[in-house]
């Protein structure tokens, strides 16, 4: 099946430096990647879904300021968290809708990437 | 508005069957899935189900959907330790993409 990957898999940052996640489909072009949260033992929160070439569409509540995302060819899209704090530390998940396919089973998720914000 | 409940915890023994169950409010999704999520991982697809069907079987997989309740249904058969995971129940919609997750029902083997 399609293979979607995110690195950094994990990361450890202080209070105030910002942190680049990207997200990778492998073998398949993605026009449309989604941004997820997730809490401990909570379930995944759309955070934005990002366009290929396009603005990403942040859902409410969500800071754009402070969740940039860039989604600059069909096989990439990065998700930075600026001038991180400790409430920031969570579970980063991607997903990626392969572009010819349609149906769906056709959004693949990657393996997250766990941030933790001293 | 859109919502998937789950019950949190769910218990069995190895080589019984397992039954998650969900419930969601808006009856107007197309899809329904059940995901699966190993610890420290991301979501594996296990199976989906359109709206308009009542089950879908797949090997050990079964799920039941009765729509007038709202209410989605997963069977695991013979329930193995690699089975022990978080299940996501998610709805989609006509025209979105966006998937509403549930949020998951962990499942413990017992020996």
């Known amino acids: 099946g399609a293979v979607v990957s995110q690195h950094p898999s994990r990361v450890i940052c202080k209070s105030g430096t910002s942190v680049k996640i990207e997200c990778r489909s492998l073998?398949?072009?993605?026009?449309?990647m989604f941004w997820y949260r997730q809490f401990p033992k909570q379930s995944l929160m759309l955070m934005a879904t990002s366009n290929e070439g396009s603005k990403a569409t942040y859902e409410q509540g969500v800071e754009k300021d402070k969740f940039l995302i860039n989604h600059a060819s069909l096989t990439l899209s990065t998700l930075t968290v600026t001038s991180a704090h400790p409430e920031d530390s969570s579970f980063y998940i991607c997903s990626a809708r392969d572009s010819q396919g349609g149906g769906p089973s056709t959004q693949y998720f990657g393996p997250g990437t766990r941030l933790t914000v001293l | 508005g859109e919502d998937v409940e789950q019950s949190l915890f769910l218990s069995v023994r190895e080589g019984d069957s397992s039954v998650i169950n969900c419930t969601y409010t808006d009856s107007s999704s197309t899809y329904l899935y059940w995901y699966k999520q190993e610890p420290g991982a991301g979501l594996q697809l296990l199976t989906y189900?359109?709206?308009?069907?009542d089950m879908k079987q797949d090997q050990r997989l079964t799920v039941l959907l009765n729509k007038k309740d709202k209410h989605l249904s997963l069977r695991i058969a013979d329930t193995q330790t690699g089975d022990s995971a978080i299940y996501f129940c998610?709805?989609?919609?006509?025209?979105?993409?966006?998937?509403?997750f549930g949020k998951g029902t962990r499942l413990h083997i017992l020996p």
């Open positions: 073998d398949f072009q993605a026009t449309t």
């Open positions: 998610a709805e989609t919609f006509m025209g979105n993409d966006k998937i509403i």
């Open positions: 189900i359109f709206s308009n069907m």
